[in-house]
């Protein structure tokens, strides 16, 4: 089983490419964007040194299938998925922030409650909550999108428009399509017999419309909990099962790694690899309520290729 690490493409037209920590994004005539989903796995703002095989088929098509269940309620870049990998769409200027919408009290907004704040990006939290309990209404916590080896911090709605990262009137509307998709999201996740705990939107304009850009409701973006033994796992103050990219942050952490200076990215054997690349396709299956079907990886880059100059060429 190959993994895609690398891209080095040129396509048709091409007039730059920007290499992300997952996903690299080639500028086509400065109209269109085609997003190849690589193999590359991220976890505490640092790409982890090996890839894992499928993952890049499963997050694009995981993301297509959601954006095209989504265009009701607001446009999206997204005009064809020419390859597994690959998804071409409409070029647009993303505001420099990610709208993460939280459904439940965990991960590292618990973290920072456990240490006693009881606010996050501007947002009151009540007292008393636990870990893992629903928020009477799902919460929006803005983060600044930092470039690379650098993380992302938390930011306000407040401190949004005084930096201009945004309009009053651009913030209202990413607001109404947060909490809209998230609440869409929530829906289908509940008919796979899954809770949608957290996620995060990406958003720019084209043509001065705002549309929906990236990647929406993958393993990578969200977080998901079973909805079976939930109630009684909370109760019991036990760990949830969850489909995410956590148990990786976790099996990171077990080994003394936070991205933090100074640590190693622990050694990830083949049986690491292959684990990780087995829970995704557990997690692919769980969210689609589809069976995955492997692509042929015997050379992606070269299938990759021929399939996207085809299509730019038609």
Avoid at 124 to 131: F, H, I, R, T, V
Avoid at 140 to 165: N, Q, R, V, W, Y
Wanted: net charge negative; aromatic share 10%; glycine share 8%.
């Amino acid at each position: 089983m190959q993994a895609l690490t690398k891209t080095d493409f040129n396509f048709p037209g091409q007039k730059s490419v920007y290499h992300g920590k997952v996903r690299d994004v080639y500028n086509i005539n400065g109209e269109k964007l085609v997003m190849v989903a690589t193999d590359r796995i991220s976890a505490f703002d640092v790409v982890l040194p090996k890839g894992i095989p499928f993952k890049g088929q499963m997050l694009n098509q995981i993301a297509a299938k959601f954006l095209d269940a989504t265009t009701d309620i607001c446009p999206n870049w997204k005009t064809a998925t020419p390859d597994p990998m690959v998804t071409v769409g409409v070029m647009c200027e993303g505001f420099p922030i990610e709208m993460i919408v939280r459904g439940y009290l965990c991960g590292s907004a618990w973290r920072t409650y456990k240490s006693g704040v009881r606010e996050i990006c501007g947002v009151k939290l009540p007292e008393g909550m636990k870990e893992n309990q629903k928020f009477p209404e799902p919460i929006i916590t803005p983060t600044t999108k930092a470039e690379i080896g650098e993380h992302d911090a938390d930011i306000s709605k407040e401190e949004i428009l005084a930096k201009g990262l945004a309009t009053p009137e651009e913030y209202a509307v990413l607001e109404k399509y947060t909490m809209a998709l998230f609440k869409r999201g929530t829906e289908i996740a509940a008919e796979r017999g899954l809770i949608l705990v957290d996620t995060k939107y990406e958003f720019g304009k084209h043509n001065g419309t705002i549309y929906l850009m990236d990647e929406i409701h993958t393993p990578d973006s969200s977080r998901y909990f079973y909805s079976e033994g939930y109630q009684e796992r909370f109760e019991k103050g036990e760990a949830q099962k969850q489909l995410s990219k956590e148990f990786v942050r976790e099996w990171l952490m077990d080994n003394g790694f936070q991205g933090k200076e100074g640590q190693q990215v622990p050694e990830m054997t083949d049986e690491i690899v292959t684990s990780i690349s087995e829970r995704y396709i557990e997690l692919y299956e769980h969210i689609t309520g589809e069976k995955f079907v492997k692509e042929d990886t015997s050379n992606i880059a070269a299938r990759i290729n021929k399939n996207v100059t085809t299509f730019l060429n038609e």
